[in-house]
C-alpha cells in the first residue's frame, strides 16, 4: 500500500515510518514541522534504505492536500499531524481545536474526493478521562479534562460519524498510552522543543546534565508508591501497531477503537529506579506538588488489539529506559546537531 504519514516527522510518525517501509509498504510524510526538525528526513533515509517523499505543508490547507493527493494516489492515511501539549491546550485551546479538528476535516473531504477510504488516527488514551477503574477497556466512558483531549475525541466522533455515513471508508483510531523510548540504532528518537513536559525526556535531559533534577509530581497518590502509575510503552511496538492497524483497515469497514498499551503500570518511581538500573546512573530527583489535571493510575487492557489485530508490545522497560538514553546520549541536542 501506499501511506500517506500527517505529521511522519515528529516522534511517532518518524518510528512508523520505519516500520511501515520495513513491512513493504511505501511511505509519504506530510508536516508543516512546526513540532519537528527536517533532519528527521535524512535520518529516515538512512534507516529506511529509501528517499521517504516529503511534503512541507499545512495539513489543513485544503488546496496543498489536494495537489498532494492528486499526484500521489495513496491508498490509505495515518493521520498523526496536530498539537499535543496538554498544559498549552488550556492556554490557547482556539489554537487546539483549530489545527486538530481542520486538518482531520480537511484529510476527511480530500480522501472521499480521492476515493481512498482507510483512515488510522493517533487518538489517547487520554479520552478515558478521570478513570473510574483501571485497566480501560476500549468500551468505557469517555470524557475529557482539557482541550487537547477534547479535539482528540471530537475527532473519534467525527471519524466514526463519517465512517457511518460512507459505507466505503474504514476507520481505526488507536489509544496511545505513555509511549517512550527510541530507535534501538539511536538515530531516531524524540526531541521535544524546550523544557519537557513528559517524564522520560525530562529524565534523559536530567541524565544528559541539560537540567539539575526531575521534579516528582506528587507521592500521595492512592497507587504503590504514591506516585502516579502509568502504561509505558515502546514506541517501536507502537509503531508496529500502525503497520497492523493499516493491514486490517484495508479488510475491514466502518470504525474500530483500540488501546495501544502493555498492561501493566509503572509508577513515577518504578521508572526513576528502571533507568538508573539499565543504565547505570543516578537520577536525582525532589518530591513537588500534584501536578493540576493529572489523574493516579491509567492502563491499557490491551486484550483486543491481541485479539483482532495480532498486536502485542514485545518490548519491555528495560529496552525502554536503555533505548530512550542511547537516543538523548547520542544525540545530546536532538536532531539539531
Ligand atoms: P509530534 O509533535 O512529535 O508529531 C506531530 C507532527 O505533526 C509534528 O512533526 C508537527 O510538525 C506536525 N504537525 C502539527 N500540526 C500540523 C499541521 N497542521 N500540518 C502538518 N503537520 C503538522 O507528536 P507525536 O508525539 O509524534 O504524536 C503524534 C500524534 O500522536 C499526535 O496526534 C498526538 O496528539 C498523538 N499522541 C501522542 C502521544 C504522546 O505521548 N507522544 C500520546 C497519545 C497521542
Ligand atoms: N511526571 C513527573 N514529573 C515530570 C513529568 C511527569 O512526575 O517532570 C509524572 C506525571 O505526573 C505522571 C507521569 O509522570 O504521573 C507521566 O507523565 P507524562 O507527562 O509523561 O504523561 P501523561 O500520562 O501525563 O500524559
Redesign the pocket.
Known amino acids: 500500500m501506499k501511506i500517506l504519514l500527517t505529521g511522519g516527522a515528529g516522534y511517532i510518525g518518524s518510528h512508523t515510518c520505519v516500520e511501515i517501509v520495513q513491512a513493504g509498504h511505501d511511505a509519504v510524510i506530510a508536516d508543516d514541522l512546526s513540532n519537528s526538525k527536517p533532519a528527521v528526513l535524512e535520518r529516515l533515509k538512512e534507516l529506511t534504505g529509501k528517499d521517504i517523499p516529503f511534503y512541507q505543508i499545512d495539513v489543513a490547507d485544503k488546496e496543498k492536500v489536494d495537489e498532494m493527493f492528486a499526484k500521489e494516489h495513496f491508498d490509505a492515511v495515518i493521520h498523526f499531524a496536530g498539537y499535543k501539549a496538554?498544559g498549552e491546550s488550556v492556554t490557547k485551546p482556539l489554537m487546539y481545536y483549530r489545527n486538530n479538528i481542520d486538518t482531520a476535516l480537511t484529510l476527511l473531504e480530500v480522501m472521499e474526493k480521492y476515493d481512498v477510504n482507510n483512515f488510522v488516527f493517533s487518538s489517547s488514551a487520554?479520552v478515558y478521562g478521570v478513570p473510574e477503574t483501571v485497566p480501560l477497556v476500549e468500551g468505557m466512558k469517555t470524557g475529557c479534562t482539557n482541550p487537547y483531549g477534547w479535539t482528540k475525541l471530537m475527532i473519534e466522533q467525527i471519524l466514526t460519524d463519517a465512517s457511518a455515513a460512507n459505507k466505503n471508508l474504514s476507520v481505526v483510531l488507536l489509544r496511545y498510552f505513555?509511549p517512550i523510548g527510541a530507535h534501538p540504532s539511536g538515530r531516531i528518537g524524540e526531541d521535544p522543543n524546550g523544557i519537557p513536559?513528559?517524564?522520560?525526556p525530562?529524565i534523559t535531559q536530567v541524565a544528559i546534565g541539560k537540567l539539575p533534577q526531575?521534579?516528582?509530581?506528587?507521592n500521595d497518590y492512592p497507587t504503590h508508591d504514591g506516585?502516579?502509575?502509568?502504561d509505558y510503552i515502546h514506541v517501536v511496538d507502537l509503531a508496529k501497531g500502525h503497520v497492523k492497524a493499516i493491514e486490517y483497515a484495508d479488510e475491514h469497514k466502518g470504525t474500530e477503537v483500540f488501546n495501544l498499551g502493555t498492561g501493566t503500570g509503572y509508577s513515577?518511581l518504578d521508572i526513576v529506579n528502571a533507568f538508573e538500573k539499565a543504565n547505570d546512573l543516578k537520577i536525582p530527583y525532589v518530591i513537588k506538588p500534584r501536578?493540576s489535571g493529572?489523574v493516579a493510575e491509567?492502563y491499557a487492557d490491551p486484550k483486543k488489539a491481541k485479539e483482532v489485530l495480532n498486536w502485542v508490545a514485545e518490548k519491555n522497560l528495560v529496552d525502554m529506559c536503555q533505548d530512550s538514553w542511547r537516543w538523548q546520549s547520542n544525540n545530546p541536542k536532538g536532531y539539531d546537531e
Open positions: 496538554v487520554t505513555n513536559n513528559n517524564l522520560l525530562y526531575l521534579g516528582v509530581f506528587g506516585t502516579g502509575v502509568r513515577v501536578r493529572d491509567m
